[in-house]
């Protein structure tokens, strides 16, 4: 599936977590590993992205999952 493409192709450029931001699939992703986030406790290199910036609004669900081989 285009997840399990994705997450290979970040593992393989040496990212160890991913991190998303969405309005309306946080049970998809949940269920493809990804687990809720509380935006308060998420690296600060995350919420500096334009995505959690500018492009996604506030109220956007932060989740994250460990990216393995």
């Known amino acids: ?14 990212a160890r977590t991913a991190w998303l931001l969405t ?5 998809f992703f949940e269920k493809t590993g990804f687990n809720l986030v509380s935006r308060e406790t998420a690296p600060a290199a995350i919420l500096a992205t334009r995505q959690a910036v500018e492009l996604c609004p506030a109220t956007a669900i932060l989740l994250s999952r460990p990216i393995t081989p």
């Open 1 to 14: 599936n285009l997840v399990a493409v994705l997450l290979r192709q970040a593992f393989d450029a040496d």
């Open 23 to 27: 309005t309306d699939a946080q049970a």
